[in-house]
């Protein structure tokens, strides 16, 4: 079936630091996946954060970027300088299949240290 | 103001006994999920329900029941608990059930079986 593997947490950084969290995919039964990165602050419910759904193409949003590469079947999310108000569980995910089933990573904890 | 309401937000259950996990969502959406993380797990896929039909459904136990009773309605009632149940049970709505619809998700209920 379709897999996610991302960095386990917690990942904690210094604030203005960067920040990257890994994910790879495993993704038998869509033939054209689409990648997420989906966000959860505190108290709070899962949020998207960026998308693409195209191979070679880069997803931004609040200053963090992934780029859906299919040659490495990799989707790793990164920002250049972290903020404290970036604390939150990550979570990569695949999708793209008929009923738009979602596949998660495990999440990764982000605490950013003011 | 969510969107998605989840209730209750807590739920502690004795083994064997019978829950309703609460859903509705105001988004005025079409299709409606449900996910589910246990300890040290992905968020994994459990139902999805498209103008109140089933349209996916992931979970191999029967104790599991989704009930919806009006189309923004997804609740799920679990029966026979089992400590292994033992998890945060997330609600999700999209617009419709294509893929690449984005999702929504509710703050969970999280839910102890003892």
């Known amino acids: 079936g379709d897999s996610v593997t991302q960095t386990e947490g917690p990942v904690t950084v210094s604030e203005s630091e960067s920040l990257i969290i890994n994910c790879t995919y495993s993704?038998?039964?869509?033939?054209?996946?689409?990648l997420f990165w989906y966000v959860r602050y505190p108290g709070e419910g899962l949020q998207l954060l960026l998308k693409?759904?195209?191979?070679?193409q880069k997803g931004s949003s609040r200053g963090f970027e992934a780029t859906y590469n299919k040659e490495t079947t990799s989707f790793h999310l990164q920002k250049a300088s972290v903020q404290e108000s970036d604390s939150a569980v990550y979570y990569c995910a695949l999708g793209g299949s008929a009923g738009n089933k979602l596949t998660f990573g495990i999440g990764t904890r982000v605490l950013v240290r003011p | 103001d969510p969107k998605i309401i989840q209730k209750p937000k807590y739920l502690v259950a004795v083994t064997g006994s019978e829950k309703i996990l609460i859903c509705e969502q105001y988004l005025g959406h079409n299709a409606m999920y449900w996910y589910r993380q246990s300890a040290k797990k992905p968020l994994e896929f459990m139902f999805s329900y498209s103008y109140q039909k089933l349209m996916d459904n992931q979970t191999a136990s029967s104790r599991f029941q989704p009930q919806s009773s009006k189309k923004n309605h997804l609740d799920l009632q679990i029966t026979a608990l089992k400590p292994d149940d033992s998890a945060t049970y997330f609600c999700a709505s999209s617009q419709d059930g294509q893929p690449n619809t984005e999702v929504f998700f509710g703050k969970g209920t999280r839910l102890t079986v003892v």
């Open positions: 693409v759904i195209t191979a070679g």
């Open positions: 993704a038998t039964s869509i033939a054209y996946p689409n």
